[in-house]
C-alpha cells in the first residue's frame, strides 16, 4: 500500500505534463509558448560556465518522471534531473537548478539567468531559429486512454468527433481532438486518477497524452477500468533548449548526452524512470500525422 501510495502522489502530474507541448512532429515538453526573439550575444559561453563550475540549468520540479521531488526525501530528481547531473558531471560541472514555470523557461534563457533549459524545441517549429537545441534523448509520440469495456466508442481518430476529450486547453494533444471536432472537457491540475475515473464512468470519453505517460498512470491504477488504446499519432522528441549562439556548450552536451548512449546510461536512467520502458529508441510502429498546425 505505501508503495502504491508513493506512484499515486508522484504520477499527480502526468496527464498535466504537457501543457506546452507541441504539436505536428513536434518536441516533448515543447514551446507552444510565443517568446521575443532572443539576441544571439552569448557572455555565459563555455568558457566562462568552465571558469563558474557551474551549469545553470531550469526544471519544473512538478513533471514526473522527468522532473519531480521524491515523495519521502523531497529531493529533486528525474529522467532529465538525472541527465544532467550526469552531463554536469562528465563536463566536471555542479548543478544550479532552478524550479521554473515552462512560460519563463525561453526567456530566462535570452536573459542568460540559466544555460539550459529543460523545456525542448521543436526542430521543425517557429522557435527553431532562434535557440540552439541539443540532439534528442527521448522518443515518444500520442496515445489515448479510453473505457476498457468499449473503447469508448473509438476506433480511428475520426471517432473523436463528439467524444468528450479531457485535458488542459493549450496542450497539443488537446489541439489533436478539437481537430477531429471532440467537445473539450478542460482540467486544471487534475489527479491521474480523476481523469480516469472519469473516462470510466462517462463523465468524459478520452484523456490524449503522452503514451509512456499514461501505460504508467494506468498501470498503476489498475483498479480503474480504462486502457490505453492502440491508435498512435505525432511522434516527438525530448531535447534540452540552450541559447542561440552558445554552440560551444551545445557541442559539449551533445557529445556527453552520444556517451551516455554508447555506454547505457541513458537507457538505465530511461529503465529507471520509465518503469522498465527504453524512451531512448524509437518504437517501430505506424503513426497517424495529425497536421494541428493547419487549425491555427
Not at 522532473?67 to 552531463?87: A, C, P, Q
Request: hydrophobic letters at 35%.
Amino acid at each position: 500500500m505505501k508503495d502504491k501510495m508513493k506512484w499515486l502522489i508522484m504520477l499527480i502530474a502526468v496527464f498535466t505534463l504537457a501543457l506546452v507541448a507541441c504539436g505536428n512532429g513536434g518536441q516533448e515538453g515543447g514551446e507552444d509558448t510565443d517568446t521575443a526573439s532572443n539576441d544571439s550575444n552569448v557572455t555565459r559561453d563555455w568558457d566562462a560556465i568552465q571558469e563558474s563550475g557551474v551549469l545553470k540549468v531550469a526544471t519544473d520540479g512538478t513533471y514526473f518522471p522527468n522532473s519531480y521531488h521524491d515523495s519521502e526525501s523531497n529531493e529533486l530528481t528525474g529522467f532529465e534531473v538525472e541527465i544532467i547531473r550526469e552531463i554536469a558531471d562528465r563536463l566536471d560541472l555542479e548543478v544550479d537548478f532552478t524550479e521554473m514555470g515552462v512560460d519563463g523557461m525561453l526567456t530566462s534563457l535570452n536573459s542568460e539567468e540559466i544555460d539550459i533549459s529543460s523545456l525542448g524545441v521543436d526542430q521543425d517549429g517557429e522557435n527553431a531559429d532562434k535557440y540552439n537545441f541539443t540532439d534528442p534523448f527521448k522518443y515518444s509520440f500520442g496515445s489515448m486512454v479510453v473505457r476498457e469495456s468499449d473503447n469508448s466508442g473509438i476506433e480511428s481518430l475520426e471517432d473523436l468527433e463528439g467524444k468528450k476529450a479531457a485535458g488542459a486547453a493549450t496542450t497539443s494533444y488537446m489541439k489533436v481532438a478539437r481537430h477531429f471536432g471532440a467537445e473539450e472537457v478542460i482540467y486544471d491540475n487534475s489527479t491521474n486518477d480523476q481523469f480516469l475515473w472519469d473516462v470510466a464512468n462517462g463523465r468524459t470519453d478520452v484523456v490524449l497524452n503522452d503514451y509512456y505517460g499514461q501505460v504508467m498512470a494506468t498501470k498503476n491504477l489498475p483498479e480503474i477500468p480504462v486502457k490505453v488504446h492502440d491508435i498512435f499519432y505525432n511522434p516527438s522528441e525530448g531535447n534540452f533548449a540552450i541559447k542561440k549562439g552558445n554552440d560551444e556548450l551545445t557541442n559539449q552536451v551533445n557529445q556527453a548526452l552520444a556517451d551516455m548512449r554508447e555506454d547505457g546510461t541513458l537507457k538505465d536512467l530511461s529503465l529507471e524512470f520509465y518503469d522498465g520502458e527504453d524512451v531512448t529508441v524509437k518504437k517501430d510502429i505506424d503513426f497517424e500525422i495529425v497536421d494541428i498546425d493547419e487549425d491555427e
